[in-house]
């Protein structure tokens, strides 16, 4: 019995972890309007009134500079604290994140040769 009650936070936790992402979602359901009118349907953007075809086909490349640039923007936060402590720690640590900075170096290579960062 003891230990069900130190596993009911995990319990908890993975109850909440379904039920709090649902409850808007069950929410927008019941509670968005429903009827659709000409106004409703129209393009809304900054407050401008849209000209011309508002289905624009973006390149993929715009979206593969966002992605290695979050990347390495998140890669620099796991390293930051790494390299603040660097004069106290030990081999293990050391090598453990010089191993880290090696594989963020194997992906820029690998995006380098796909020519990801050649900009067309």
């Known amino acids: 019995m003891n230990v069900l009650n130190e596993w009911a ?7 909440l972890s379904w039920a709090l992402p649902a409850l808007p979602i069950v929410a927008a359901v019941f509670f968005s309007p429903k009827k659709a009118n000409a106004i409703k349907l129209q393009t809304y953007e900054c407050g401008v009134e849209t000209v011309g075809d ?14 290695v640039f979050l990347v390495f923007d998140v890669e620099m936060i796991f390293l930051f604290p790494w390299a603040m402590a660097y004069e106290r720690l030990d081999t293990f640590q ?8 090696i ?18």
């Open 94 to 101: 050391f090598f453990a994140g010089i191993v880290f900075i």
């Open 103 to 120: 594989l963020l170096l194997d992906v820029l290579v690998y995006a380098v040769k796909k020519n990801v960062l050649e900009w067309s």
């Open 9 to 15: 936070f995990v319990g908890v936790f993975f109850a």
């Open 54 to 67: 508002t289905w624009v086909q973006f390149k993929v490349q715009y979206y593969l500079y966002g992605l």
